[in-house]
């Protein structure tokens, strides 16, 4: 089958194209020996069904990072390469274009966000480009559709270019190339240019980057509690309850196999956040517990993504993350982490160095709880009002700083400063957001779902054969002297190895004090990551690394719950 391969640099709408190729069929996929994701699908090019594959954004074929190096690697397989470019930032763009001249491949130039050049006062004259390039030339706009048409109509002229420079003339040449064919004319600044400038200056920035993130974090609440789990919490209830109920009594209460499949009964009754069966609770806290939120926060973030609002955080907050070492767009990694801590690792392979990516990752997994553990915290503690929620958040953002600290200083390797390109901003297209918003779910419940089953499953054999009773006795005088905690409590930390939503679920029947519970909180998030995100870490750190974070992070874990157990007690 045919591979036709859409590379560009990062923010070109690459995606978009991809979408408007496709459709809804799409396929996530690893490169083989990497973490790094990439997107492929499939259309029909005549009377040939071709596969289409959105490469990961490289700037060049000199790849420094492990991202353009699947870039490169992924090159070789291709027999066609889509080429698309940001036509409002010509000079820059064509420096990869000039590469991919240079490797022989067959070629076709893709002139994306053509309406915006009208707005910007830029000319392009397409003819003369193809002609000096000597493949074809077309202009698109991906959000709208126009121009894709002509796309897949003039695929089948993709061809080798017959332009040639020397590597060291590169950019002289292409300045040649722009000034033949492309002419600017005065036009006024629009008002999302002046929004775009205000959104980097820090001190209109920062309060803006604060409305948005409030704004941000409402709308996820408002998206995923208020609207969805009002929706599916009910729907559940009345269907799938009375056909566990009627399981139940089939099974009997005290069968083994009713404490797997039902679990628990609380007062005479399921309770679907307690019961703990794989029928109950596991596909509970899955749909319910979770999944208004993680579609919440994706739909937040791609439309954040779109507009072209992320780098300018990266910007704004990069003297921030100085203090870890790190520079600003190493933000993006832990906003993913937000949501699910699996593609948050995943964006660790943007980072130039082994220091980046590891201290990136490790804070990550210490101090930023994932949406649906955030819910579960928020669902437990929220009913002492807010000043629980600041308290956690308070102490995990004190943690990220000290250990930040920490781990810039002592990690050796070298943390390069931040480069990046300012997108401007841009309408999103709500169709390609609906559909990446897809693609994650789907990518979220192929890591968790079976993991939260599993733990499930874990937790009623440990409880059946009383095993978290022992090992409940044989830590309870330790547990309760470092961190104030019940011997009950053993359960929840070790089946947040598993999930860490279940985990904080698991504290619920245990009637923990407000104390109890911010410490049981906190330790969760800080201990080891779920097993989701420890293979994915393995993969990306290597044994030696993964078992330093491992270290980190259970050290960390024992300094913070015994600071906690003395300092809240006042």
Known sequence: MKKILLMGNPNVGKSAIFTRLT??????????????????GYMNLGNEKVEIIDVPGTYTLQPTCKAEEVAVEMLKEGDIVVNVIDSTNLERNLGLTLQLLRTGISLIVVLNFWDETKHKGIDIDIKKLEDILGIPVVATNAITGEGIKNLVDRLSEARAGNYR??????????????????????RHHLFREFLADACINPVTGIPILLGVSYISFRAIRFIGEGIIVNLTGPLFEKIWGPLMTGLSNFLGAKSFIHNILIGHLIDGRIDFMQSFGLLTTGLYVEFVAILPYIFAFYLILGILEDIGYLPRMGVLLDRLMHIAGLHGMSFIPMLLGFG?????VLACRTMETRKERFITATLMCMTIPC???????VALIGKYGPGGIFIVSGVLFIIWVVAGVLLRRYVSGESPEMFTEMPPYRIPYISAILKKVWMRILNFFQEAFVLVLGGILIVNLLYSLKILEMLGKFTGNFMTKLFGLPPEAIGAILVGFLRKDVAVGMLVPLNLSFKQLIISSILLTITFPCAATFSILLKELGTRDMAKSTLIMIGAAFIVGIILNTFLKF
């Open 371 to 377: 949406a649906s553990q955030t819910a579960m915290i």
């Open 340 to 344: 699910c801590k699996v593609p948050g």
């Open 23 to 40: 459709g809804v069929r799409v396929i996530t996929s690893n490169y083989p020996g990497t973490t790094v994701e990439f997107t492929r």
């Open 165 to 186: 420079y020397e590597d060291e003339k590169k950019w002289e040449e292409i300045g040649r190339l722009v000034a033949q064919v492309q002419t600017l004319h005065h």
